[in-house]
């Protein structure tokens, strides 16, 4: 099983990025895919996660109006499109699958309750 994150980068406040997490090794569609982000010092937190069966969403509060997930099941891909990236963006972002109570798992902050994490990739939003 792998879940490679790519598209991270230094971006300029109000600026936009969008990150991609591609699966393998694992039916794609039998999962939900969430993207969690962890700044310096602070704990790991949910940013939003899709069911990849029926595109149903979740959106943590620091996603909620700036940020859009989407799941294209053709190429077993999740993508996070970020807009308006204020400074407190700047974090590693992992993106994690998981199989059972998805929709629980998100809302609560699951960490733990995930089934597969990728290596992240890190965002940086500075002038």
């Known amino acids: 099983v792998q879940l490679v994150e790519s598209g991270g980068g230094l971006v300029q406040p109000g600026g936009s990025l969008r990150l991609s997490c591609a699966g393998s090794g694992f039916t794609f569609g039998d999962y939900a895919i969430g993207w969690f982000r962890q700044a310096p010092g602070k704990e790991r937190e949910v940013v939003s996660c899709i069911n990849s069966g029926d595109d149903i969403s979740y959106y943590g509060h620091s996603a909620k109006g700036r940020f859009t997930i989407s799941s294209d099941n053709a190429t077993n891909t999740v993508y996070l499109q970020m807009t308006n990236l204020h400074l407190e963006d700047t974090a590693v972002y992992y993106c994690?699958?998981?199989?059972?109570?998805?929709?629980?798992?998100?809302?609560?902050?699951?960490?733990?309750?995930?089934?597969?994490w990728g290596k992240g990739t890190l965002v940086t939003v500075s002038a």
């Open positions: 994690a699958a998981v199989q059972s109570n998805w929709y629980l798992v998100c809302v609560a902050n699951g960490v733990d309750d995930m089934d597969y």
